[in-house]
């Protein structure tokens, strides 16, 4: 069976703002190796700050990485935004977020900014979709960001102006607002229900599926819902979609356990009858024994382990807590030690930090005509200004 997610030796350090990494900043991520087929569920494991949202992202397409180290359902997840405006490719992460973009060119001869502007969830951004002959630099693609509390608009030098709601599309955001800079709160205190139908654009019935199983009230407001509240509504809205590939950034933390649990199960069904494959990155193991199918292991950006579950050795003896609580420990005694030698030899404890800015673009990668390895050279295949 062909494989729906495969990562071949990534390598990914984060970009400053420039596009670039910052010089001699180490990979974050480095030359991870593994891949998933339909129908199996992986646990993404690893201790704070090892890579797991990084590698979740650059799954869902939010950050650039060369299309040979990433295959999601056989396409780049970056370069192939179809991809991720279908639903086939979907990701829920911590923060609730969603991204629509436009693409357009940067100005015309005269210096005039000149837009084409997509509707979201339409295809967009595509380099292939855009009239031909513009110098390449020109091509830019923007994000607006949408949550229940308003949209964003996030301009090429990280800039954050606030969005109306479009009078022409009025059941979505639409991109023609770029350049109003007047700030009007998105319905921050719409309906839940109104939130899906006419901010998201999702018909009724899809919604109410999904409502029974987290026992979402489409009439809460959403600013009087609580924070769990508010996470079951954002998980509702993310699923709705069907979806052939699933990333799941540790979405469950504010769930009480009856809520988590019907959303576990809820999720195995999916991959067993749809035939989905799911990623779910926690540190939340109540529950999960019989949950994943698949281990991934890492630690430091290096993938540790990537294993069926049942290949796991410790796990004939221990629950799955216990077995990634055993290889943490390990890992945090092996840091103390390397911490301790160096110090005897005159060494600093840590490795010297390399200072860059963090990106803050929703985690879209300031795009760049320059790899995202630091010390590589430049990708042949990438669009200048990409800010996704
Ligand atoms: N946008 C960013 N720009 C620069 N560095 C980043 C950015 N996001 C994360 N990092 C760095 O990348 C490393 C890995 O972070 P990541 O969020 O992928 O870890 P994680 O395994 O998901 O951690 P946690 O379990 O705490 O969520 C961290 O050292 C972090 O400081």
């Not at 650059?58 to 396409?75: A, C, Q």
């Not at 939130?195 to 998201?200: A, K, S, V």
């Not at 979402?216 to 996470?231: E, F, I, N, P, Y």
Request: with cysteine; net charge positive; aromatic share 6%.
């Amino acid at each position: 069976m062909a494989p729906t997610v495969e990562i071949r030796n990534l390598t990914f350090t984060y970009p400053g703002i420039d596009g670039k990494p910052p010089p001699g900043a180490p990979p974050l991520i480095e030359d991870v190796c593994f891949s998933l087929e339909a129908g199996q569920r992986c646990l993404l494991v690893g201790s704070n700050g090892a890579g797991k949202t990084t590698i979740l992202k650059i799954l869902g397409g939010k950050h650039m990485v060369d299309p040979s180290m990433v295959g999601v359902l056989g396409r780049s997840a970056f370069h192939d935004t179809a991809l991720t405006s279908s639903g086939d490719l979907c990701y829920l992460g911590g923060e609730w977020r969603r991204d629509v973009a436009f693409a357009g060119y940067q100005s015309n001869s005269k210096g005039t900014p000149q837009t084409s502007p997509i509707c979201p969830g339409e295809q967009f951004g595509h380099r292939s979709t855009l009239p031909k002959g513009l110098p390449e630099p020109a091509l830019y693609v923007q994000t607006v960001r949408t949550s229940p509390d308003q949209a964003h608009i996030w301009g090429g030098n990280g800039a954050v102006r606030t969005c109306p709601p479009c009078p022409a599309c009025p059941r979505r955001i639409c991109p023609n607002n770029l350049g109003i800079n007047q700030g009007t709160p998105l319905k921050s205190g719409c309906f839940c229900g109104q939130m899906g139908c006419q901010i998201l654009g999702l018909p009724l019935e899809m919604l109410l599926h999904l409502n029974y199983i987290l026992d979402v009230d489409l009439t809460w407001r959403m600013h009087k819902a609580s924070d769990g509240q508010r996470r079951r509504v954002q998980i509702c809205m993310g699923l709705l979609k069907p979806f052939k590939v699933l990333l799941l950034d540790e979405i469950t933390v504010d769930l009480d356990v009856l809520a988590r649990a019907n959303l576990l199960t809820y999720l195995k069904k999916e991959c067993a009858e749809q035939g989905a494959t799911i990623i779910y990155a926690t540190h939340i193991f109540d529950g999960l024994d019989d949950w994943p199918t698949h281990i991934v292991y890492v630690a430091h950006g290096k993938l540790q382990l990537a294993l069926p579950l049942e290949k796991v050795k410790e796990m004939s003896q221990l629950s799955l807590m216990r077995t990634v609580e055993r290889w943490l420990r390990k890992e945090r005694d092996e840091d103390r030690r390397k911490r301790k030698e160096r110090k005897e030899k005159g060494l600093p404890a840590f490795d010297k930090v390399i200072e860059g800015s963090r990106v803050v673009n929703n985690g879209w990668a300031a795009g760049r005509l320059t790899s995202t390895i630091a010390g590589e050279d430049n990708f042949s295949f990438s669009s200048n200004s990409v800010l996704r």
